[in-house]
């Protein structure tokens, strides 16, 4: 029996798995990930954008190593070792007030639902079409997708979905009693999608005018996924509150929910036993130092895949990519990781393109090789 065989069988007899899985990594570095039998792959999932610096970069290795040699955990009954460092750094960063540390994206989604509805009063929520926050109960009711949501009706709170881009229906639905309206500056789930200039300055107008919370989803596009530390900097917008995780802590577990000042939580309307540890904060801290460095590098190497890849018209911001393929997206997805690279298919066909914001010039022109290869 094979390796992977033996794990599947394990899979099937001990495991809940969440997705279907022909591949065991067992080791990265940088840009690249190896298998168990040794072979190589220029990764350009990063574990669905969460590896920004790469994968086990030094600076990050290192801060968890000596963090976790001095403390692992105390809770939020007492002041935990960087956590307030990197509150001040994330305010920084977002040109926000306050943070909320949480220990993923859904967890952020949830915080926010809570805040929201607190300070305003109202119950009531608006997302959009194809947009994605997470699959706990609160999230997945912000959530449109209606194959994982509706299987666990009635949620709340109360979530009117309307089409991503359609100003003037986000208008209609945004009445008295909406507490917030949830918006991702680039659908990443739904396959890249980037909406059309001037949709999230009208998204503020619409809150503003309705006195509902603008709620920025940045659990993939944040932390320099996209060339600025929001997504949503891009168009010069200010949310009420961002979520954030994924690419925080570059693999560790790890979010948080930045809102503009005087939007907060009181003392015991919310909390968290592991969220902001000292190692996880710590994983954050050392992540945005590499971020800061590498961040002018983004937008360059993002338009090198745009250029490599412009015969399949891809939707390019910063390094997130999309490419709408079609029913081929899972026969090209394997032809590439049989030729080395990585790449992940996400919703109606869509290639998705997130790699580690590290990787090199002659990483990207490999990958576009084998990428361009395979869509011919």
């Not at 997130?320 to 026969?331: A, H, L, V, Y």
Request: aromatic share 6%; charged share 25%.
């Amino acid at each position: 029996m094979d390796e992977m065989q033996a794990e599947k069988e394990l899979e099937a007899r001990y495991y809940q798995p969440v997705f279907t899985r022909d591949l065991k990594i067992v080791r990265g570095k940088g840009a690249k990930v190896w298998d168990a039998q040794g072979n190589e792959y220029i990764d350009c999932v990063a574990g669905i954008a969460v590896a920004s610096t790469g994968h086990c970069h030094p600076a990050v290795v290192e801060a968890i190593c000596r963090q976790a040699g001095e403390l692992i955990h105390c809770s939020n009954l007492y002041y935990v070792p960087h956590q307030l460092e990197l509150a001040q750094k994330l305010s920084e960063i977002t040109g926000l007030g306050k943070v909320f540390l949480t220990n993923s994206g859904t967890e952020s989604t949830e915080a926010a639902i809570k805040l929201a509805k607190v300070r305003t009063g109202r119950k009531r929520f608006v997302a959009f079409t194809h947009g994605f926050h997470g699959r706990s109960t609160g999230a997945l009711a912000v959530t449109y997708k209606p194959a994982i949501r509706e299987p666990f009706n009635p949620l709340e709170p109360g979530c009117t979905f309307v089409e991503y881009g359609d100003l003037d229906a986000l208008r209609r639905a945004v009445d008295g009693d909406t507490a917030g309206v949830f918006v991702e500056p680039i659908q990443g789930e739904a396959g890249v999608i980037i909406p059309p200039e001037g949709f999230l300055a009208g998204v503020r107008e619409i809150c503003d005018d309705a006195g509902a919370l603008l709620i920025d989803d940045e659990v993939q596009t944040g932390m320099g996924r996209t060339g600025k530390w929001l997504a949503i900097q891009h168009e010069g917008v200010k949310p009420d509150i961002v979520t954030l995780a994924k690419g925080i802590g570059s693999g560790f577990p790890m979010g948080a929910l930045v809102t503009r000042e005087g939007l907060e939580f009181r003392a015991g309307e919310h909390g968290s036993t592991f969220a902001g540890g000292p190692v996880a904060s710590a994983a954050a801290l050392a992540t945005i130092r590499v971020i800061e460095g590498i961040l002018p590098t983004v937008i360059p190497k993002g338009e090198r895949f745009r250029n490599g890849l412009s015969d399949f018209s891809p939707r390019v911001r910063g390094l997130m990519m999309g490419i709408t393929i079609g029913q081929r997206c899972p026969e090209v997805q394997k032809r590439c990781a049989a030729r080395g690279v990585l790449i992940n298919c996400a919703a109606d066909g869509n290639i998705r393109l997130v790699p580690p914001l590290v990787i090199r010039e002659d990483e990207i022109d490999a990958a576009i090789e084998v990428i361009h290869e395979a869509l011919s």
